[in-house]
Structures are given as structure tokens and as C-alpha cells.
């Protein structure tokens, strides 16, 4: 069964720096892409990213340039690293695998504020 869950948020500073990691399990991670979203309070859930199964990735306009998507495959573990965060990355993060999209783990919190 696939089952996803995100880790790593919590309170920062703007300009600050965190990592967030998606654990998988039910498959092989690095055999189908996986995205990162994220939602803010009363706001539609915003693409982040994505890894394809062939190590590619890719950035919604609004993190490119500061976030950066990686995997781990001993791990079985995606990541999101996010650099030089804005007040407005505010939100809860999620991970998801487009081949399962009704699977959503619970999402890990992002508060960037001073």
C-alpha cells in the first residue's frame, strides 16, 4: 500500500533554510515521479515540484532558483530543500505520486516569520 509521509517543517526566519523529506514506502520511489505541493491558509493547494523517475526535475515559477528536489533511493526518500524562504512560503507542505493521486500523507507545517 502506498503511504507517504513529510517531515522536516517548523519555524524559520525569512532568509532562512529548511529541509523537508517524504518518506515513502508501498514502492520504489525512484521508479515514478513524485511532486511536492504545498497549501496555504485559505489558499488552492500550488504545485512545488517534481522528480521524475529519471532523476529530472522541475520548479513552479515561485520557489525556482530556491528550492531544490532531490531523492535518496537507499532511503526510498524524496527531499525539498528550501533556501532563502519568504513569508509567503507560509503553508503545509505535501508529497505526492501523480500514479496515486487520492494518496496524501498528513503534510508537515512551514511558518516562515520574524
Known amino acids: 500500500q502506498v503511504h507517504l509521509v513529510e517531515s522536516g517543517g517548523g519555524l524559520v526566519q525569512p532568509g532562512g533554510s529548511l529541509r523537508l523529506s517524504c518518506a515513502a514506502s508501498?514502492?520504489?520511489?525512484?521508479?515514478?515521479?513524485v511532486t511536492w505541493y504545498r497549501q496555504a491558509p485559505g489558499k488552492e493547494r500550488e504545485w512545488v515540484a517534481v522528480i521524475t523517475s529519471r532523476g529530472s526535475t522541475n520548479y513552479g515559477d515561485a520557489v525556482k532558483g530556491r528550492y531544490t528536489i532531490s531523492r535518496d533511493n537507499a532511503k526510498n526518500t524524496v527531499y525539498l530543500q528550501m533556501n532563502s524562504l519568504k513569508p509567503e512560503d507560509t503553508a503545509v507542505y505535501y508529497c505526492?505520486?501523480?500514479?496515486?493521486?487520492?494518496?496524501w500523507g498528513q503534510g508537515t507545517q512551514v511558518t516562515v516569520s520574524s
Open positions: 505526492n505520486v501523480p500514479n496515486w493521486p487520492q494518496n
Open positions: 508501498g514502492f520504489i520511489a525512484s521508479s515514478y515521479a
